[in-house]
């Protein structure tokens, strides 16, 4: 049977709720121990589908097409393994569920109550990760205490300590506990109301991580043992940082591990983290560097960092690989639109994904300019699509060209529809092109990347496209064209996929790093 870690979170949301639970898991899976995970988030979209990136940062991707938010990410790249649908369940998962059986007559009459069903409709999402090969489950409540919307989870996630029995569940608060810098101090009474609210639906915590910008003095954290009825060395401190992926070193200097697992009943271990430590050693060294390799990342939610969290991730990673720092600029691509020499002085170019019209035009220009001036450049999803429309208008001269996404009646739709029409989503193969660029990248003659798109390249026009210069060099067991380079060009390659859901923080997508790789070499 699995055992069960509950991470919550009090006094304020945006605390690190999922970067706490991820670095637990990392650190448990890093003594040898095997590790899923999960996330419930209150709010009643069904999934992340119609979600705008602006709440909550980028739409993440699993193999079997489940859709989370950017927590998803950080969960797969911190236990370096894949993650499920079954690792993002929303409240409109859990009530379409409840309702669907009950129109079904599956309750015998009962009237339907958040207790006793929708908390075991809960418990069930939870359970259905229980099995002899996963050691620890770790669960993330989305949410603050004292919300209205993740009460049903809080009073689940109660009742699994009775039923898991003693040994088998442990319940971490991350909480905040600010400082009043005129004086320079600590103040603990909003972590103590947010425990005793904990109390008062019935869960004690066994663990408190106290999120703060500055160290907890050690009176303030005999104050919070005390008032919390947590022992003083449950009382765990994470101090903000800049780099995010120092915090499960942090936390592990502080046993946090080793105390979870005592508390579960299993024998800490000592955690293999060479290969981490290397990478924040590497990340800190970048970060003090003066060279940089300057990347201009275009897409429309640039006021929202989080919506690339993925891309940006990868390109720092694989920059980290090849001992290369790298600075990220979003840049609008409404702005490009207008003035394309906004992107003069950039080592390279990433044009993001994303959906609609707005911006498009101006990932088509930023497009342009990168093959005009033989600028690397890596087109992601719509990014791939702005691509091959641009070569389409510009080099095909086919007047008009565009995806039927944004005009039906185009005279040439270079993009068209995904048959059947609808959100080709998940991991799906691809036949990668002998003698390509992309094939000496992927070193493989086939790949499984992640989709996320409802247009694809559109197949009739590849013979006016390679009579051009244009290569497609990976397509669908079907023939539809998944992806497409210049050869002439250094590096000029677009993606109908997303290959930034598969890279991880030890080792990066080989198209990223490529990437980096070329920009390096053109920086000597």
């Known amino acids: 049977m699995s055992k069960y870690i509950f991470v919550t979170g009090g006094v304020v949301s945006g605390l690190g709720k999922g970067i706490t639970a991820a670095s637990i898991a990392m650190l448990i899976k890093a003594q040898g121990y095997t590790v899923d995970i999960i996330k419930f988030d209150p709010y009643f979209n069904v999934d992340s589908l119609y979600l705008s990136p602006y709440q909550h940062g980028e739409v993440f991707v699993t193999d079997d097409g489940g859709e989370g938010d950017l927590v998803l990410g950080h969960y797969e790249r911190f236990l370096?393994?894949?993650?499920?649908?079954?690792?993002?369940?929303?409240?409109?998962?859990?009530?379409?569920?409840?309702?669907?059986r009950e129109r079904e007559g599956a309750y015998d009459g009962e009237s339907v109550q958040v207790v006793p069903h929708i908390t075991n409709e809960i418990k069930s999402a939870l359970y259905r990760l229980n099995n002899p090969k996963t050691d620890v489950v770790v669960c993330e409540i989305g949410g603050v205490v004292g919300d209205i919307e993740n009460h049903p989870y809080l009073e689940a996630i109660r009742q699994c300590r009775g039923e898991l029995g003693k040994g088998n569940a442990v319940y971490i608060h991350v909480t905040y506990v600010p400082m009043i810098e005129m004086s320079g101090e600590h103040k603990t009474k909003p972590t103590q109301n947010s425990v005793k609210e904990m109390q008062n639906i019935g869960i004690q915590p066994d663990i408190i991580v106290c999120r703060s910008d500055y160290p907890l003095d050690d009176s303030s954290k005999k104050k919070l043992s005390m008032f919390c009825n947590v022992s003083r060395d449950c009382i765990i401190?994470?101090?903000?940082?800049?780099?995010?992926?120092?915090?499960?070193?942090?936390?592990?200097?502080?046993?946090?591990?080793?105390?979870?697992?005592?508390?579960?009943?299993?024998?800490?271990?000592?955690?293999?983290?060479?290969?981490?430590?290397?990478?924040?050693?590497?990340?800190?060294?970048?970060?003090?560097?003066?060279?940089?390799?300057?990347?201009?990342?275009?897409?429309?939610?640039?006021?929202?960092?989080?919506?690339?969290?993925?891309?940006?991730?990868?390109?720092?990673?694989?920059?980290?690989?090849?001992?290369?720092?790298?600075?990220?600029?979003l840049v609008s691509s409404a702005e490009i639109e207008t003035d394309p020499k906004k992107l003069d002085g950039?080592?390279?170019?990433?044009?993001?994904?994303?959906?609609?019209?707005?911006?498009?035009?101006?990932?088509?220009?930023?497009?342009?300019?990168?093959?005009?001036?033989?600028?690397?450049?890596?087109?992601?999803c719509l990014g791939a699509q702005a691509g091959i429309v641009e070569f389409a208008r510009n080099v095909c001269?086919?007047?008009?060209?565009?995806?039927?996404?944004?005009?039906?009646?185009?005279?040439?739709?270079?993009?068209?529809?995904?048959?059947?029409?609808?959100?080709?989503?998940?991991?799906f193969p691809s036949a990668i092109t002998a003698g390509t660029y992309l094939s000496k990248i992927y070193a493989s003659p086939s790949t499984r990347e992640r989709?996320?798109?409802?247009?694809?390249?559109?197949?009739?026009?590849?013979?006016?496209?390679?009579?051009?210069?244009?290569?497609?060099?990976?397509?669908?067991?079907?023939?539809?064209?998944?992806?497409f380079e210049i050869p002439t060009n250094k590096f000029y390659i677009g993606t109908i996929y997303n290959p930034e859901y598969r890279s991880r923080l030890l080792g990066t997508h080989p198209l990223f790093e490529e990437f980096i790789k070329v920009l390096g070499n053109n920086k000597k």
């Open 80 to 100: 370096d393994q894949d993650l499920s649908e079954n690792s993002n369940i929303t409240s409109g998962k859990i009530y379409l569920s409840v309702i669907s």
């Open 237 to 329: 401190e994470s101090v903000t940082t800049e780099n995010l992926y120092r915090i499960p070193l942090r936390l592990q200097e502080q046993n946090f591990s080793d105390i979870a697992l005592k508390k579960l009943k299993l024998e800490p271990r000592e955690p293999k983290l060479d290969a981490w430590r290397d990478m924040c050693a590497r990340a800190e060294k970048a970060e003090a560097s003066k060279k940089h390799l300057k990347i201009a990342l275009v897409g429309k939610y640039v006021e929202k960092a989080t919506a690339y969290r993925s891309i940006t991730d990868a390109l720092t990673t694989a920059g980290l690989l090849k001992n290369k720092a790298v600075a990220i600029t």
């Open 346 to 380: 950039y080592d390279g170019i990433v044009i993001a994904p994303g959906f609609g019209v707005r911006g498009f035009e101006g990932k088509i220009a930023a497009a342009r300019y990168a093959r005009e001036n033989d600028v690397p450049c890596l087109m992601i």
């Open 397 to 427: 001269t086919m007047t008009g060209a565009q995806s039927q996404e944004f005009d039906a009646e185009t005279p040439y739709p270079v993009v068209g529809y995904v048959e059947p029409k609808m959100l080709k989503k998940g991991a």
């Open 451 to 483: 989709h996320r798109h409802r247009f694809d390249f559109n197949v009739k026009y590849e013979p006016m496209f390679l009579k051009n210069g244009l290569v497609f060099s990976a397509h669908s067991p079907t023939g539809v064209p998944e992806a």
